[in-house]
């Protein structure tokens, strides 16, 4: 089955830096790759997505890149703020067998004002 | 439009006792999932349904069973607790299909504590 593999396990940067968290997969037919924000004492909830047709993703501050070759996957956070503070978990599906995903261990992001 | 709420948010058993988790969707969603959360391991499925009276075993099912009689809701039972099921517990819910894959909605977690 799936696995997936996600560091660094805690992050901290200032605030104003950029921040980058990846993840590994081990099955090569996975094809969507979403990711979470857990902010303290919260629910997770979705941020950003990328499928297995396109490189890279934006939305404002975020983006995702994918390299289906390497089989890995990162979010990057640009011009980080205090708020941007969260737990970020990846996660990895075959959109084929859409019944579940499987997470990533999750990233702690600290930003220092 | 409560989205996924989960009943109780918090509760502390005793080793051997039993309880039920709800979880309720008023989203019409098909699809069911109970996942647990401990510190460093992300978060791990249960078991999920994808459909009323469907489930089927997740990553981690020893231990916990569940039950989907009516679409908007999802039980998670645990018979007789144990210390190493205290955890955070989230259930999710999402629509079947391509156009909504991983846009699973989670509830609010519920606390529980195995002494």
Same mark, same amino acid.
């Given at each position: ?105 999750g ?7 | ?31 069911? +999932?109970?996942?647990?959360q401990d510190p460093g391991m992300?978060?791990? @499925?249960?078991?999920?349904?994808? !459909?009323? $009276? &469907? ?32 955890s955070? +517990? ?10 909504? @894959?991983?846009?699973?909605?989670? !509830?609010? $977690? &519920? ?5």
């Amino acid at each position: 089955g799936e696995n997936v593999e996600q560091h660094p396990s805690t992050l901290s940067v200032q605030e104003g830096d950029s921040a980058v968290i990846k993840c590994t997969y081990s099955d090569s037919a996975s094809n969507y790759f979403p990711w979470y924000k857990q902010e303290l004492g919260k629910r997770p909830q979705l941020i950003i997505d990328i499928r297995s047709n396109v490189g890279e993703k934006k939305d404002q501050r975020i983006a995702v890149t994918l390299n289906k070759t390497a089989k890995h996957f990162s979010l990057h956070i640009t011009e980080t703020q205090p708020e941007d503070s969260a737990v970020y978990f990846c996660a990895a599906m075959r959109s084929y067998n859409t019944d579940k995903l499987i997470f990533g261990t999750g990233t702690r992001l600290q930003v220092f004002p | 439009n409560a989205g996924v709420t989960q009943t109780p948010k918090f509760r502390v058993l005793k080793t051997g006792q039993s309880m039920t988790l709800l979880c309720a969707q008023d989203m019409n969603h098909e699809y069911m +999932y109970w996942y647990r959360q401990d510190p460093g391991m992300g978060l791990r @499925l249960i078991h999920y349904s994808v !459909g009323e $009276g &469907t489930t089927a075993k997740g990553e981690v099912p020893d231990g916990y069973n569940v039950s989907r009689l009516k679409k908007q809701n999802f039980l998670l039972g645990l018979e007789s607790a144990a210390p190493s099921q205290t955890s955070v +517990y989230f259930c999710a819910s999402r629509l079947p299909g391509l156009a909504s @894959l991983g846009e699973q909605f989670f !509830g609010p $977690g &519920t606390r529980l504590t195995v002494l």
